[in-house]
């Protein structure tokens, strides 16, 4: 999978755009994904709270293309709070108990978003990008 304009923190919990860190675990929360057999958007809004800093985007949205796979584990539905997200090895298919890879690379670039109570979202996709709004 290539990224396009971000790349995914060390820490496996924010985003970086543009020299920008976006901690998808404690300063979004997740609102949805809405996807069909070829793409999939996950889309993400500022969570509200006195911690989260007045410059961040209000809304992001990570746009996988060119999907191969894409498996919900779990009810996405109403989840709101990243746990971890990263790359693991694609034969996987992300059902391991270990932290993924911020990068991906060949064999190894299936995307693996857990979500904090065990839902998960699996993606093997050709390209993705971040959208802030």
């Known amino acids: 999978m290539k990224l ?3 790349t995914v923190n060390r820490d496996l919990i924010a985003l970086e755009v543009d020299g920008e860190y976006l901690d998808l675990h404690n300063n979004y ?3 949805g994904c809405v996807h069909t057999p070829c793409e999939a958007e996950l889309k993400w809004a500022a969570t509200e709270g006195d911690w989260v800093p007045s410059t961040i985007p209000r809304h992001l949205i990570i746009k996988i293309e ?10 996405i539905a109403g989840v709101t709070t990243l746990e971890e997200f990263g790359f693991f090895e694609s034969s996987t ?5 270990y932290s993924g ?5 060949m064999g190894a670039d299936l995307l693996l978003f ?5 839902a ?14």
């Open 101 to 105: 890879s911020n990068w991906p690379k």
């Open 4 to 6: 396009v304009n971000f």
């Open 29 to 31: 929360d997740f609102v």
């Open 93 to 97: 298919l992300g059902k391991v108990e």
């Open 120 to 133: 998960e979202l699996a993606v093997i996709g050709e390209r993705a990008s971040c959208l802030t709004l």
């Open 66 to 75: 060119g999907i191969s796979y894409y498996e919900e584990r779990g009810s």
């Open 114 to 118: 857990r979500f904090v109570g065990g």
